[in-house]
């Protein structure tokens, strides 16, 4: 049986450490799904969720763990 990996993600208010931009420019990108290191998903309430996979992010930027 295969061992399972463990995907890192970020939040927008983590990725704004690497990349200088306001957290609401991050959440409007990912709600946009015009990237794809993230995406956006919005519940039943009208609450949204983000997912940024920290590897495909960091890949993104030109940055590194």
Known sequence: MEEEQKIET???????????KGTEFIRATLRQGK?????????????WNYIIIKSKFLDYIGGSK
């Open 10 to 20: 970020l939040t927008p208010e983590e990725a704004t450490k690497f990349l200088p």
């Open 35 to 47: 990237v794809d290191w993230g995406w956006a998903v919005q519940n039943e309430n009208g609450h």
